[in-house]
């Protein structure tokens, strides 16, 4: 059933798996922020606890030791282009160096693309292997 749902049931589905498991409720074994048509109040602070921007104030100093950070979003995201941009001027205040964008796009139009183009040749220059060494 899962694999027929729309795009934002399961985004919900993840952020739930995420960010309020709950290992007793199957068959998904996670707590969303509505029951039944209730609002779980509980449950929503879990998930903006959790939330990127809500979490960056402490983790600046594990930021600033990355060798790299790259965000990016499509212009029809919604919230999650603004979110993004949000994201890109706390690190710009903080002075953490990283890449940005917002392409022209949504969450799925592009993914081939934007992984050949921009994730690949970013994690190209920016990721560093150990060398292979020979066994004797």
């Known amino acids: 059933e899962v694999e027929k749902a729309d795009f934002m049931t399961k985004a919900t589905l993840a952020s739930g ?25 509980e449950i929503a602070a879990k998930w903006a606890a959790n939330a990127p921007l809500a979490m960056l104030d402490q983790y600046i100093y594990s930021l600033r030791r990355l060798r790299a950070i790259g965000v990016d979003a499509g212009t029809q995201e919604g919230s999650i282009t603004s979110t993004t941009r949000q994201l890109h001027e706390a690190l710009e205040r903080y002075g953490i160096p990283h890449a940005f964008e917002i392409y022209e796009g949504n969450h799925t139009n592009r993914v081939a693309e934007r992984i050949e183009k921009t994730m690949a040749p970013f994690f190209g220059a920016n990721l560093e292997f150990p060398k292979a060494t020979k066994k004797r």
């Not at 709950?22 to 068959?27: A, C, E, G, I, L």
Request: proline residues 20%; charged residues 10%.
């Open 17 to 41: 798996a995420a960010w309020s498991p709950n290992p007793k409720n199957p068959p998904f074994f996670l707590d969303l922020t509505v029951k039944g048509g209730v609002w779980q109040p």
